[in-house]
């Protein structure tokens, strides 16, 4: 599980999606690919001591707890995660990035689009391509149907940000 702190807006929204989130993981089940939110907590943290500002004293902290996109052991075997939000504006990983994280850097549409430009560009066209995501005819029906339901669901929440993140493993 991770957790991320929430701003007062964020709170605000989340509570309002909580019954329809509910509604849409209980049909969904194990196909949804939203996050899975575990638990929202607020925390107030009272200073005795005096260490603290008293701006920063007494605030309510509110964070959520979700389960983790992929496994903690997936460093072992994912040789690369895309963070697909279907825009090409701004969406390449920067090289900063991928020096400092190596094959964890988390790439974008950009990086995917030139990595499959340059595979389609390498490869004879007899063979069967390898480049792109390949899931067969019905792991891509049954991802499209699922992507079209999540999006359905957000978007009778009013949430427009909606990323896609994928794990490649190199078989």
Known sequence: CIYTALQKGEVKTFLSMLPKYYR???RNSRRSLLTR???M????????????????AGKEHV?????SVFPAEGSKFISER??????????????EEKKKKGSNAVLKDND?????NSMRRSQSSASFPTYGINIGAR??????????RDVTFLQDCSVMDYSLLV???NL
């Open 82 to 95: 895309y963070d697909l939000k279907g825009s090409t504006v701004g969406r390449e990983c920067s090289e």
């Open 37 to 39: 939110f575990c638990g």
């Open 63 to 67: 964070f959520v707890v979700m389960n």
């Open 112 to 116: 995917l689009a030139r990595e499959v």
């Open 139 to 148: 792991g891509k029906a049954a991802l499209l149907t699922q992507l079209r």
């Open 167 to 169: 794990g490649v493993v």
């Open 24 to 26: 849409h993981m209980k």
């Open 41 to 56: 907590y607020s925390i107030q943290i009272d200073d005795t001591s005096g260490k603290h500002s008293k701006k920063s």
